[in-house]
């Protein structure tokens, strides 16, 4: 049975692992017709294999195609029955160059794409609005008192931001459930820059996204650099000095991975989400398959050594 963890500052209650949805819309604009849309069987497959392996909650955003997700996710949850009853949903409002007057506004679009499902957690996707974060704060809490959503949440905030955040809502008797940051075996800024430590402080869970640090932790491109043919240029100039300065990392992931009879993606997922009750992650899914890597994690119980040993490397 996959225990569930409360967010933060808020009753709701998740898996350690969730579902990212923004693949489901595919590319905006011009990017449509690059990066098409997942097809509706498999987005429905993806759902229904999440909810019945014990993962009980997705992530969207009003930018993923301009709210295509989130209507994608609404369709493929209305095909579940009974089943669909389970789901919490997150989204995010997209701040960019926006006032927090536009918070109110947007709800109702928000709501209109995941009809008939409501918003678990609301999060402002990222700390660039023309608006205080106070003016921000007091929007989405006038949200949770007007029964419209049940959780506030941010990403992308610097300790900083957190702390004003959650000032304003303490305010207002509330307070944060969650900022969404990167966090992976290859990306462990959190844990030096006082993020994580502030987090903890305050009571904030850190919804950790790019889990697998965009497919690297699975060990693919290390062992089909062919790959790589079929990115951008300017992308696998970074991906291949990821691949570079991780081989050791890998190796040492494809060797733990063997000793569970499991796989690297199995174990660095584990990791993560055995860093704290207050750490949830977030791997955006394409394929089923993907869903399947985060059950593998859920079920999957490191020993204190091989995480120490994770640790160790991960460092270098």
């Known amino acids: 049975m996959i225990h569930l963890r409360k967010l933060g500052h808020s009753e709701l209650e998740v898996s350690p692992i969730g579902v990212g949805v923004m693949q489901f819309a595919g590319g905006s604009g011009a990017l449509q017709s690059v990066i098409p849309a997942i097809p509706e069987k498999d987005r429905i497959e993806i759902v229904k294999t999440a909810l019945e392996g014990g993962i009980n909650w997705f992530d969207a955003a009003e930018v993923y195609g301009a709210g295509r997700s989130e209507r994608y996710l609404a369709e493929a949850l209305g095909e579940l029955d009974e089943i669909s009853q389970k789901a919490v949903i997150a989204t995010k409002w997209s701040s960019n160059f926006r006032f927090a007057g536009n918070i109110k506004k947007i709800i109702n679009e928000r709501l209109d794409k995941l009809d008939p499902y409501s918003i678990g957690l609301f999060q402002i996707h990222n700390s660039k609005s023309f608006s205080s974060l ?134 660095a997922l584990a990791w993560l989400i055995e860093q704290g009750d207050d750490i949830v992650a977030i791997p955006g899914v394409t394929r089923v398959e993907h869903v399947h890597e985060s059950i593998g994690a859920l079920n999957l119980q490191l020993s204190e050594e091989d995480i120490n040993r994770l640790d160790q490397v991960s460092s270098h």
Request: net charge neutral; glycine share 6%; charged share 25%.
């Open 134 to 267: 106070r003016a921000q704060m007091n929007a989405m809490a006038e949200l949770i008192e007007d029964g419209l959503i049940r959780a506030i949440g941010v990403s992308n905030f610097n300790s900083e931001q957190m702390r004003t955040a959650q000032a304003a809502l303490e305010e207002r008797g509330l307070g944060l459930a969650s900022n969404q940051v990167q966090y992976n075996l290859l990306n462990k800024e959190i844990e030096t820059n006082g993020m994580l430590e502030t987090a903890r402080e305050l009571g904030i869970s850190l919804i950790a996204w790019a889990p697998l640090a965009s497919g690297i932790l699975t060990g693919k491109f290390h062992k089909n650099p062919e790959i790589l043919a079929h990115t951008p240029a300017a992308r696998r100039r970074k991906l291949e000095n990821q691949i570079n300065s991780s081989r050791e990392l890998i190796s040492i992931l494809d060797e733990i991975a063997a000793r569970y009879k499991s796989e690297a993606a199995h174990v």
